[in-house]
């Protein structure tokens, strides 16, 4: 579907399927390349939520730094980038100082974000027609990501989603036909997200970076 007449969230929840490896790592690249669709397509809502996508950029543009960097072999997948930070001491594991931008404390937001995405899709996926999208978003929200903001920021995030378009237009808006297939595709495309979020998650409690500042 065409770029400039709208946007299709299809083409970005399948790049998320493209992250696994036959060894079931996580491949950087793909997963930059969903995060930055994403953020078009939050781009696409309303500068409302230009204070979220600009932190998403900021994150998704450290990435790319090391995935173009001097390391960049190291940042190929996210399991190699734990190894590689961990074992070169490049992670801050109890305040941030020295390294404040790891790729580990990065993609951890990204990560963390990714598990509201997931709730709020599968939310939106299995709604009823008369739900109000900003109920949806908010009860996701607070059930994840919530958990690791300030209060401001939280403010800030619940009131943004009060702009939220209905249940149908939203599906619309993803510009996938009509509301019943973009429900179809949500429930194709979700468990892709949900493997690649299972896996980080393991990886990031197996090395206890579940927490890092
Ligand atoms: C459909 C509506 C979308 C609403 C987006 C829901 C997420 C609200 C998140 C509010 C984030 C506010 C801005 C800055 C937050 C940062 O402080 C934190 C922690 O990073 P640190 O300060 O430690 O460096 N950043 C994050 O938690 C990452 C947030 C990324 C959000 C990406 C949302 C992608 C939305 C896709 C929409 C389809």
């Not at 173009?68 to 190291?74: F, H, L, P, V």
């Not at 930070?85 to 790729?103: F, M, T």
């Not at 999208?133 to 989603?161: E, G, Q």
Request: hydrophobic share 40%; net charge negative; charged share 20%.
């Amino acid at each position: 579907m065409a770029d400039v007449e709208g946007f299709c969230l299809k083409k970005v929840l399948v790049v998320f399927e493209s992250c696994l490896t036959e060894k079931q790592e996580v491949l950087m690249d793909p997963y930059i390349e969903g995060w930055k669709g994403l953020v078009r397509f939050l781009n696409s809502l309303g500068t409302i939520f230009s204070f979220v996508s600009k932190d998403a950029v900021t994150k998704i543009q450290i990435m790319e730094n090391f995935r173009s960097g001097g390391q960049q072999e190291k940042y190929l997948t996210v399991q190699s980038m734990v190894t590689y930070e961990l074992a070169s001491g490049l992670v801050d594991l109890k305040n941030r100082s020295e390294h404040p931008n790891s790729g580990c404390r990065t993609i951890l937001r990204l990560h963390r974000a990714l598990h509201w995405l997931q709730l709020f899709l599968e939310a939106l996926r299995t709604s009823q027609e008369d739900s109000k999208t900003s109920v949806l978003c908010t009860d996701s929200y607070n059930a994840s990501l919530a958990n690791y903001h300030p209060w401001i920021i939280r403010k800030a995030a619940t009131l943004a989603f009060c702009a939220l378009p209905t249940r149908n237009t939203f599906l619309e808006n993803m510009n996938l036909g009509s509301p019943e297939e973009a429900v179809d595709m949500l429930g194709e495309a979700l468990p892709h997200i949900c493997k690649v979020y299972e896996i980080t998650e393991a990886l990031y409690a197996k090395h206890k970076l579940l927490d890092l500042p």
